[in-house]
């Protein structure tokens, strides 16, 4: 069999992992998930998806510094991709969190630490996006907009793991995942399925990538064929 | 707020069932950009060899 069937039931076997990650993320019992309760069922896709939004925006930094050693533009390309996905997941992450805070804390939004950076996270890189569109020449707005996106590397580690932890910023979103002894607090169950979808949304980033970036190519290819 | 419409054990089907359908929607639209993008790479193939 050749790689395009072994992608296309790659592709279908995600479908049908998340499928069943769905089922049993809300047919599990809630009085295993803790005390938040039913609300509780948010992390397996609310986490997830800040997950998904680190790994992107990360891979976007990574292909930012390729291109501004090798200038290539087919590593632009990846570097701006990876960041439209970014943000696409980050809202996700946003909006799901704002769905559970409305259940949980009666508003949707109350600019504690977590909520405060991941929009601060959100104004970088619409400012990365105005970046781009604000330079006609294609190889100085890769330059340019490659060089903001470095910062990126500090800038998205520093909001999504260390800010909301600083014990000086005490705020409304429950403890994170890794509590403040190091350790993971999450009966098994739980644990199976988290892990699970996990690994689903990190499989609907790397095909929705490889989309992107063979869109990016054709592109590319017609614009030579020209 | 809970049990305004329907008790809690239908809601959690019902959030289920949209969930699920919401993703088999992103499967759907994902699948046929796919599909999309194999045939247009093929073509796009063709034109250069020519």
């Known amino acids: 069999m050749d790689r395009v069937r072994w992608t296309a039931i790659g592709k279908i076997a995600l479908a049908v992992w998340m499928a069943v990650v769905i089922i049993l993320a809300f047919l599990m019992p809630a009085q295993n998930l803790g005390s938040l309760g039913q609300a509780a069922r948010v992390i397996f896709f609310h986490i997830p998806s800040a997950w998904v939004t680190v790994v992107a925006f990360m891979i976007s930094s990574v292909f930012s510094i390729l291109y501004l050693v090798k200038r290539r533009r087919v590593d632009d390309h990846r570097a701006v991709n990876a960041s439209v996905l970014g943000v696409v997941f980050c809202i996700l992450a946003t909006v799901t969190g704002a769905i559970f805070a409305t259940i949980t804390w009666g508003s949707p939004w109350n600019w504690d630490p977590r909520e405060t950076t991941i929009f601060f996270l959100l104004l970088f890189y619409a400012a990365y996006f105005v970046l781009r569109s604000a330079v006609a020449d294609e190889e100085r707005r890769a330059v340019f907009s490659g060089a903001y996106n470095v910062l990126g590397l500090v800038v998205v580690p520093f909001l999504v793991f260390i800010a909301p932890r600083l014990s000086v910023l005490a705020g409304l979103h429950p403890e994170p995942l890794i509590n403040v002894r190091g350790e993971l607090d999450m009966d098994w169950r739980a644990l199976v399925i988290f892990l699970s979808s996990l690994a689903g949304f990190t499989g609907i980033f790397g095909w929705s990538y490889s989309l992107a970036n063979r869109v990016s190519r054709l592109q590319d290819e017609i614009l030579e064929q020209d | ?50």
Not at chain 2, 21 to 45: C, N, P
Request: hydrophobic share 55%; proline share 0%.
């Open chain 2, 1 to 50: 707020m809970s049990g305004l419409l329907v008790d809690e054990v239908t809601a959690i089907f019902v959030v289920m069932a949209v969930t699920l359908v919401v993703w088999l929607g992103i499967f759907a639209y994902l699948w046929g950009l796919d599909r999309k993008v194999r045939r247009l790479e093929k073509e796009v193939r063709r034109a250069g060899n020519e």
